[in-house]
C-alpha cells in the first residue's frame, strides 16, 4: 500500500503551472462547501469538471482518465462528502489531487480527501478504534458496525470497493477522510470536454464554498459582467428551495464573502401580527469562530425597520462597537481601543492577528427589507469590517439579490401553507385506524407522489352488520382538491351502502349514480371557489371526474379461512397468491365510476384459504414507469408476487413495494398504495 496521503497546505491550481510529472508538484484542485444538503451535489459536479479541465490540459496521467474511474471519483465524492454534511455537519473542504509515480512501471492515481471540522465526531461506518491515518487500514477490512444501508446508504463499504485503499487522518481540529483510486485505463476520452458545462460544474461548488481565505474579494468586478453572473447562480440556487431556512442559509454563504463580512437574516412570522417578534434564521461570518459572539450580538434586540422603508439599502450602526464588543472586556485593548484598523483596539485585543471578529473593529452596515408580493417577509443586514462605507455597486448589487430572495422565501412559504392544508386534508380523508378482520392478516401501503397535493388514492377497512368486514381501495382521477371532494364524498357513501346491506355490486350501481349526479356538481362547485380565490382550475369545468375503485367484503369461515366477494371498477385488478406460488387474477375488469349511467356491476366470489394472499393495488403500481416500460408489462407484478409465497402481510407488502421503487431511478410520479390481505 502507498504512504498514507495527507492535506496538503500548498495546492497547485490547474493552469497556473504544468504540473502531475513524478518529479513536480502535484495536480490538485480544492474547494470548500457549506455542511447543508446541496454539498454533494455540487461535489459531484466540481470533481467532474476537475477531472475534465485536466483532461483539457493535456497532463500525461490525466490521459488515461476513463468514464469508469470519473464515475468512480463522483460516486466515492459523494458519499464522503455525504457523510460528512450527515454525520458532522460542518464545512466540508475537498481536495481531488493527481499523483504519478515514475519508475519501470510508471503509475498514477486520484487521491479524493473530504476534511470536516468535528474531529470528535466517528465517521460513519467507521469502527470507534481506529487510529488516525493506520497504513494497516485497507479495503479488505471490513467496518465492525455499518450503518443501516437502507437509511444512510452503502457508505464506506462503497468506498472500501472502489478506492485502492482508503483511511482516516485525524489533525487538531480537523477529521480527513481519504481514498486513493488508481489510473489504469489509459484510452483517452471519447470528445473534448465540454467547456460551458466545465466552468459551470466548478462555479456551483464555488459559489457554495464560505471560506473567506478561498477567495480575494474585487469590488470592481460588480460593476460589469460580474454582477449578472452572480445575480444569475445565484437565482439558480434560491430557486425551487422548498424550505425558508434553507433559503435563508444559501443567502447567507451566497453574501458572505463575496459582498459582506458578515450578514444575519431575520424571517417574520408567518400571520404573526404586528406585535410578533422575527426570527433571526441565520447568522454568517467570514471567520468561522466569529459567527457565535456575532449570534450573541445581534440576539439581544431583533432589527426592526420603520414602516415606510422600501427595499433599498438603509445604514445602520453596526451591533456592536469597539469599546464594548463580545471581545473587548478581556483584554489589555479593551479600554481605550479605537475600533479602527491599525488602532490599539484592533491590535492589542485578545485575538491581535487573527480575522476580524464582530467587535475588534468597527466598520459599516446596511438593512435590507425581504419582501414579496408587497407583504415583509423579514430583513438582510450585511456589514463590512474596517471601512466607513459599502460601496454603491456592491449596495446596489445586495437590494437585487434581496429582491430574489423575497421571491424564494415567499415560495417556499406558498409551498409549506399548502403542504401543510394537503397533509390536514390527507388525514381528514384517510381513516386513522382500520378494521382487524379475523383470521385474516392486512397491510397497507400509502405513499403519495407529492406532499403538497392531496393524493388521488383512497383506503379502507371498516366490519359491517352480519359478521361481514369491508375493504376499500380507490383513485379519484387527479390530484389537489377536486379529488379530495371526490374522495370525501366516495368514502363515507360506501360505508353507508354497506351498513345498509347492499351486496358489493349493488354498492357500486348507487355509488356510480351518486357520482354521475351530486357528488359531481359538488366537486365542480368546489373547483370553482378554489379558481375564483387564486388557485388554478384544473379543468374546463364539463370533465366529469372519475373514480377507479376495488371493492369487496370479507366473511369469516367456520373451518378457517374466508369468502371474499369482490368488484373491480376500472381498477387494476387484484391478483390471489396460492401458497404453492402460482398466482391469478381475483375479478373481472369492469367500467369505471362516474363514466357511464346505466352499468349494472358484477362481483366474483372466492375462498380465501389459510396461507392464500389476496393483493390490490392502485395504477402508481402496475403503471410505474422506466423508460418505455411499465412495471406489470408481462405480468410483472404477478412475477414480483410469486416470489412472495409463504411470507406474511407486512414481508409482502414491504417486498412489493421496494420493487416498484427499484424499477426506476426516479422517484414515482403518482401515489403508490397496496393492500395485502393474507388469510391465517
Known sequence: MAPIPLQRDTVQRPGTIRAGYAHGPRLASRTSLPGIPLAPSAARRFVRAALAEWTGLGVPAAVGFSDRLADDAVTVTNELVTNAVVHAGTTVDLVLRLEEEGGEEPSAALVLEVTDHHPARPVSG??????????????????????????YGRGLQLVATLAESWGITYRTGLKTVWARLPVDDWSGPPAPPDRDSLRRGLRAAEILAPAARRTERDDAVWDSRGAPAFLAEASDLLAGQLDEDLVAAIAGQLLVPRLADWCAIWLEAEGGGPGAEPRLARVWHSDETGMEP???????EPLRLP?????????????????HGPYAESGPGAEGGTGTEGGPGAQDGPHAG???????????????????????????????????????????????????????????????????????????LLPSKVAEIPGVTSALVYEPSDDGVVGGDFYDIFPCPGDRWCFVLGDVQGSGPEAAVVTGLARPWLRLLSREG???????????RLLLDDAMEAAEAAALMVAAAGGQQLHDGSQSRFLSLLYGEVVPLPGGGVRCTVASAGHPL??????????????????LLGVVEDVAYESQVF???????????????TERRSGPLMFDDGDGLARVLAGCAGLPAEATAERIRRAVHEFAEQPPDDDVA???????
Not at 438603509?314 to 469599546?323: I, Y
Request: with cysteine; proline share 9%; hydrophobic share 40%.
Open 126 to 151: 467507521d469502527e470507534p478504534e481506529a487510529a488516525a491515518g493506520d497504513p494497516a487500514r485497507t479495503e479488505t477490512e471490513a467496518p465492525t458496525e455499518l450503518p443501516d444501508p437502507a437509511e
Open 294 to 300: 456575532l449570534r450573541t450580538a445581534l440576539e439581544r
Open 307 to 323: 414602516a415606510d422603508v422600501g427595499s433599498g439599502p438603509v445604514h445602520v450602526p453596526v451591533p456592536w462597537s469597539a469599546q
Open 354 to 428: 487573527d480575522a476580524p471578529h464582530p467587535g475588534g473593529r468597527d466598520g459599516a452596515a446596511l438593512a435590507f427589507r425581504i419582501t414579496a408580493g408587497g407583504r415583509a417577509l423579514g430583513t438582510v443586514l450585511v456589514g463590512r469590517e474596517g471601512v466607513a462605507r459599502m460601496p454603491e455597486a456592491v449596495a446596489s448589487l445586495i437590494e437585487d439579490f434581496v429582491r430574489r430572495l423575497g421571491l424564494a422565501v415567499g415560495a417556499a412559504r406558498a409551498y409549506t401553507r399548502q403542504a401543510t392544508i394537503s397533509r390536514i386534508l390527507q388525514r381528514g
Open 502 to 512: 347492499f351486496g358489493v355490486g349493488e354498492v357500486l350501481d348507487r355509488l356510480n
Open 574 to 591: 387484484p391478483l390471489l397468491l396460492r401458497p404453492d406460488g402460482s398466482v391469478r387474477p381475483a375479478a373481472e375488469p369492469q367500467v
Open 607 to 621: 375462498d380465501l384459504a389459510p396461507g392464500d394472499t389476496l393483493l390490490c393495488v392502485t395504477d402508481g403500481v
Open 674 to 680: 397496496l393492500l395485502v390481505l393474507h388469510a391465517d
